[in-house]
């Protein structure tokens, strides 16, 4: 159940006996041959998923992230670290200011981490507030699966290739992962990574996609029980 299709006081009456929400966390840059929208589309649809098992909120999504290292390629958004950390600070303030209390994160970009830093300040600041963070291609679950199946989880490769970021036709054969010197700017980022994808098999079989899903999403429902 997301904000969109309710109105504000249909949110009311949520609050009347769960405090609970979710926010994801995405952003806006290359993926290779997947969506550039791939970060935010993987945890919303563990967002939704989660929801209909539990009827826990979903909040819009952040759309943009900080990906100053992919801006040479056409359709990276990036906002900047620090207007990162005040957007998610004034969305924690905005939700708090009326009532939800426990909020679990779901990230779907790596350049958004240090986001984290910003919440642990204002979960000393807001009384009650609980919050929770979920990086869902770092957990441990996830990475049994693609050990179990032998495959290396790495940016824009099989990991992130589920039906519903897939939008052209993918190659079958496999990308050796490039040599990267260190911190890389974004023309230097391009020249390094090419086609964007970090190395390895462009893709896996659908059912490691599907498990690798279910894992996540048992990850989630988990920690929406802040016990």
Request: proline share 7%; aromatic share 12%.
């Amino acid at each position: 159940m997301r904000f969109e299709e309710l109105n504000w006081m249909d949110i009311e009456g949520y609050l009347k006996h769960d405090d609970r929400l979710m926010v994801v966390l995405g952003a806006c840059e290359q993926h290779s041959y997947l969506s550039v929208a791939t970060d935010t589309k993987v945890p919303m649809a563990l967002a939704d998923a989660a929801s209909g098992r539990t009827g826990v909120l979903v909040a819009p999504p952040l759309n943009f992230g900080a990906s100053p290292y992919f801006l040479a390629y056409p359709g990276t958004i990036s906002l900047r670290l620090s207007t990162l950390l005040e957007v998610v600070e004034d969305i924690v303030r905005s939700v708090y200011g009326y009532g939800f209390r426990r909020i679990l994160f779901l990230n779907g970009h790596g350049g958004n981490i240090p986001a984290r830093g910003r919440l642990y300040e204002l979960a000393s600041q807001l009384p009650n507030l609980r919050l929770r963070w979920y990086d869902w291609w770092l957990s441990d679950t996830v990475g049994k699966v693609a050990e179990k199946h032998g495959l290396q989880p790495a940016h824009a490769n099989w990991l992130e290739a589920f039906p519903f970021t897939i939008v052209g036709e993918i190659p079958e054969e496999y990308k050796a992962p490039p040599k990267v010197p260190g911190l890389l700017g974004a023309q230097e980022a391009r020249q390094v990574y090419g086609d964007g994808s970090f190395g390895g098999p462009y893709r896996a079989p659908q059912e490691v996609m599907d498990e690798l899903f279910q894992e996540a999403l048992k990850d989630v429902l988990n920690l929406l029980e802040f016990d």
